[in-house]
């Protein structure tokens, strides 16, 4: 977005129908084309238009005045208080653009390079598909328990302190099944997963809990966790406006923990969502 709307000015690019569908194209993008979810795309494409007009207004339609300006001698023609507005605009997507930098990085080094680490306790999936880049860079970023917990003494994993789960910490969904999986597999069995998930703001209901969890085909035990972010916003992230606005599309979100056979190790932990 930066590299294009750097280019709208240097070409002086000033019809609003340019910045309707850059803003367009890159909302879009920003959300993998949800296409089967129409509720997602026209809130793609409303947040898109409303951002490209309002970027149109700031300094879309008079894009290139200073270049010329600047061209012709006139250092302080062109030059309004709306178009520094969209030149902040501009720096802030640059700053965004470096976290995505730096994020990009980390998917391509765990892409490449070898397998990371996996962890304390270490961590699994249920299958192979699932082992996506974005979990590895989860991996790496959150190895242990203390990594997923709020500043405290580090060698402190007493039965209460697992429950202080730093949810500022979490950005998307891999980092919070890995989080969820480190501080609910140092727990010795799945007896204390109800109590843990109460503390965290879920809801668990009274056949997927430690006092009867669901047992699946296979023998394995299952703990559920419900969380409704219609009523309380999302759990994450729990900051920046835009994208709390987008994770607040669900209506409802759930965190299953499954445990082995005996309930004494967890396996895996799975994430979904509810929209309508």
């Not at 959150?142 to 917990?149: G, I, N, R, V, Y």
Request: glycine share 8%.
């Amino acid at each position: 977005m930066l590299i294009v709307l750097a280019v709208t000015e240097w070409k002086s690019a000033q019809s609003w129908r340019w910045y309707l569908t850059i803003w367009s194209i890159a909302g879009l993008l920003a959300t993998g084309f949800p296409v089967s979810d129409p509720l997602r795309l026209s809130a793609a494409l409303l947040a898109a238009a409303a951002t490209g007009y309002l970027y149109w207004l700031l300094a879309g339609k008079s894009a290139g005045d200073w270049l010329q300006a600047w061209r012709m001698r006139e250092p302080n023609a062109g030059r309004k208080l709306l178009n520094y507005a969209a030149y902040v605009v501009l720096a802030y997507l640059g700053y965004q653009l470096s976290g995505y930098l730096y994020y990009g990085g980390k998917l391509l080094w765990v892409s490449s390079g070898p397998e990371p680490d996996p962890g304390t306790p270490p961590f699994h999936v249920r299958f192979e598909r699932e082992m996506t880049a974005s979990k590895k860079v989860a991996m790496m970023d959150f190895p242990d328990p203390t990594s997923c917990l709020k500043e405290a003494e580090a060698d402190d994993l007493s039965t209460g302190r697992l429950k202080e789960m730093d949810w500022d910490r979490i950005d998307n969904t891999d980092e919070a099944e890995v989080c969820v999986f480190r501080l609910l597999g140092s727990y010795e069995n799945l007896s204390y997963a109800t109590d843990w998930f109460e503390a965290q703001g879920f809801d668990v209901p009274p056949n997927f809990s430690s006092a009867r969890p669901y047992i699946e085909s296979d023998g394995t035990q299952r703990v559920t966790g419900g969380y409704s972010i219609r009523k309380n916003g999302p759990k994450f992230p729990t900051k920046g406006v835009i994208r709390r606005a987008f994770r607040s599309i669900p209506y409802g979100m759930s965190v299953d923990a499954t445990w082995s056979k005996d309930g004494k190790q967890l396996l895996w932990v799975q994430t979904g969502f509810s929209t309508l």
